[in-house]
């Protein structure tokens, strides 16, 4: 399972120092995200980050674009993975986007996307399980969340789309070493921000390196049956 610590961004020396402080402490990239419409900027200091640790995945998550944008830009910036509220998957399937997203994907293998299924503020998801499926035969990483920004889900929604993706499965929200180890048997990526937070925009290493130890600890999915 990879741990990636989420930096929200707000200056370009504070974010390189979080994306080395989130490498110090043994995750094993970071997602990038601005909640002030500075996605450009963004996108070049991930790239700044990226020539700095070439073996540390960067990824970002562009608020003020759309996926699709957000994916080329990535691509121009050597970057390693894109995380989007929207990718255009849910239960019903794939939209146009999501097949353009798709063929993305196969284009630049190397390029993880991460799909927002079941998410928080997005539509009611009636089937969490085939969204996460749907997502995966697209080419990418089911993404779920809780309810609200530090909400954990139930473990029995993250049970049942383990199952349905055979535990390719990333969460955003709710993680902390508190309760990491219930969840991280069906998981393949946690992505967290306010449970190893020391504020909005700095990571507290203790916390941190306390989530990816407990993570590492946890029973696998055949060891903690649910």
Same mark, same amino acid.
């Given at each position: !399972?990879?741990?990636?610590?989420?930096?929200?961004? &707000?200056?370009?020396?504070?974010?390189?120092?979080?994306?080395?402080?989130?490498? +110090?402490?043994?995750?094993?990239?970071?997602?990038?995200?601005?909640?002030?419409?500075? /996605? /450009?900027?963004?996108?070049?200091?991930?790239?700044?980050?990226?020539?700095?640790?070439?073996?540390?995945? +960067?990824?970002?998550?562009?608020?003020?674009?759309?996926?699709?944008?957000?994916?080329?830009?990535?691509?121009?910036?050597?970057?390693?993975?894109?995380?989007? /509220?929207? !990718?255009?998957?849910?239960?019903?399937?794939?939209?146009?986007?999501?097949?353009?997203?798709?063929?993305?994907?196969?284009?630049?293998?190397?390029?993880?996307?991460?799909?927002?299924?079941?998410?928080?503020?997005?539509?009611?998801?009636?089937?969490?399980?085939?969204?996460?499926?749907?997502?995966?035969?697209?080419?990418?990483?089911?993404?779920?969340?809780?309810?609200?920004?530090?909400?954990?889900?139930?473990?029995?929604?993250?049970?049942?789309?383990?199952?349905?993706?055979?535990?390719?499965?990333? +969460?955003?929200?709710?993680?902390?070493?508190?309760?990491?180890?219930?969840?991280?048997?069906?998981?393949?990526? +946690?992505?967290?921000?306010?449970?190893?937070?020391?504020?909005?925009?700095?990571?507290?290493?203790?916390? &941190?390196?306390?989530?990816?130890?407990?993570?590492?600890?946890?029973?696998?999915?055949?060891?903690?049956?649910?």
């Amino acid at each position: !399972m990879k741990i990636y610590p989420v930096i929200h961004y &707000l200056n370009r020396d504070l974010a390189l120092q979080q994306v080395d402080l989130a490498r +110090i402490c043994g995750a094993d990239g970071v997602f990038v995200i601005s909640h002030h419409g500075n /996605d /450009d900027e963004l996108v070049q200091v991930a790239a700044v980050a990226k020539g700095l640790y070439p073996d540390f995945k +960067i990824g970002i998550n562009l608020l003020s674009e759309g996926a699709l944008t957000a994916c080329k830009k990535a691509a121009d910036a050597k970057l390693d993975m894109v995380w989007a /509220d929207d !990718m255009g998957v849910d239960s019903t399937g794939g939209n146009t986007m999501a097949d353009s997203l798709s063929r993305f994907a196969r284009e630049f293998p190397a390029i993880q996307l991460f799909a927002s299924v079941a998410f928080k503020y997005r539509p009611h998801e009636p089937n969490p399980s085939l969204a996460a499926k749907n997502a995966q035969q697209l080419g990418f990483v089911p993404t779920t969340s809780g309810s609200a920004t530090g909400s954990a889900p139930e473990v029995q929604k993250i049970v049942d789309m383990h199952l349905a993706t055979d535990g390719q499965l990333a +969460i955003a929200s709710g993680m902390s070493p508190e309760n990491v180890s219930d969840f991280a048997p069906y998981l393949s990526h +946690i992505l967290v921000a306010t449970g190893v937070g020391l504020d909005e925009h700095r990571i507290d290493p203790q916390k &941190l390196n306390q989530l990816i130890v407990n993570s590492k600890a946890a029973p696998t999915h055949e060891e903690h049956p649910r």
